[in-house]
């Protein structure tokens, strides 16, 4: 029941955005849209690529590749354990999202809190490289083109990433373009991998980011070429000049507390227009392995000045969840010292809180998702 009146609410997000007027990044703004036969979600992939729904066993992935690993449940009563740290993720890509039930495993005792705990998990050997990841373009396995993304060496919790480097001359190891050859040939379309090094730890036949980056590059003719790779099988050579872009930087803005409140759209609208940012920037949800998570994506092509942007918003998300828990505080000693006061603050608190509502519904059902990832997975 609660599904369905969920879905019911979300099937009036289009109406809700026209009334309140928000806008949303992966459709306003953009000349070309992706293509909507290009999978936007892993489990619309495995269902479409039947042939190669074998590349969403992460445990498949990391067997071909010679990596040390195994489902969690054979170390149950295994005679020896691997030699730590290692790392347990789900093993059915297209059944996760972000980064859920990810951890590094440092000992056995760490180890016995999650052995029972979740079906389905996976173990390997910790790779301590740095994580990046590449959109491939594939017409019958056969490499077309590819989009590098650069990830930060920075990292926030079990997060990858603090900001992500978007640029046309950017290469995966040629290790990752050998894995493609040996085990996607006769694919075509779109393909993302992520790796760690030379060692892949998740493929997707899918654009990163439902395709967020490929429309920050404001190349028609790349998100063209993609589209008809997609529909009809064919690619255009085009050259690499006609197919370049202006370097930019993606930045991930975390907040470091539960989340109980989000500013309405119209606030984050002011803050990227009053930076320079770029047309896309959206709430994205993402628990980082602790209490907090990621709140915002934005993209701008200065690093440093998109960097002062980054710490500006973390701020203010924090502190406003940080008011609204001094908030509930006051209103409990009001309560409890001042009876007299107590409806009239309760109301001035209610109205500022109920602000948030001017957002899409979907970045309510998302942030309800985290949230319930984080604290009941």
Known sequence: MLSYIKKKILSN????????????????????LISKKVP?????????????????DKLWVAQSQGIECGTLESLKNADKLPEFPIFIKPRWGHKTSSSKNCFKIKDENELSKYLDKINDMMWSEYVAEKEQMTDFMLQQGQIMHQITYVYSSEQNGSIADEWKYIGPDSRPPQAIN?????????????????????KIIEVGLRLARGGAYIYCTHND????????????????????????????????????LPVVY?????????????????????????PSGNIGMVGFQFMKRDYNKGMMIKRVVET?????????????????????????????????VLFMYLSRI????????NLLNAQKQMFFS
């Open 358 to 365: 001017f957002n899409p519904l979907s970045i309510h059902n």
């Open 40 to 56: 936007d979600f892993d489990i619309q992939a495995y269902r479409r690529y039947k042939k190669y729904k074998f590349v969403y």
């Open 13 to 32: 997000e289009e109406k809700w955005c026209d009334t309140l007027k928000l806008h949303n990044p992966y459709s306003d703004n953009w000349n070309t």
């Open 178 to 198: 050998t894995w493609i050859s040996n085990h996607l040939s006769g694919f075509t379309g779109v393909c993302n991998i992520q790796y760690r090094g030379e």
């Open 262 to 286: 989000i500013y309405p759209q119209y606030v984050m609208d002011t803050i990227m227009k009053l930076g320079g940012c770029m047309n896309f920037y959206e709430y994205y949800f993402e």
């Open 316 to 348: 203010l998300l924090n502190f406003a969840q940080i008011f609204f828990y001094l908030m509930i505080v006051l209103l409990a000693i009001v309560y409890v010292l001042k009876r007299k006061y107590f409806f009239t603050i309760g109301f001035v």
């Open 221 to 256: 003719l790349l998100i063209r070429n993609i589209n008809d790779l997609v529909e009809t099988g064919n690619w255009n050579y085009l050259s690499p000049e006609e197919l370049a872009f202006t370097p930019f930087y993606s930045f991930k803005c975390y907040i470091s």
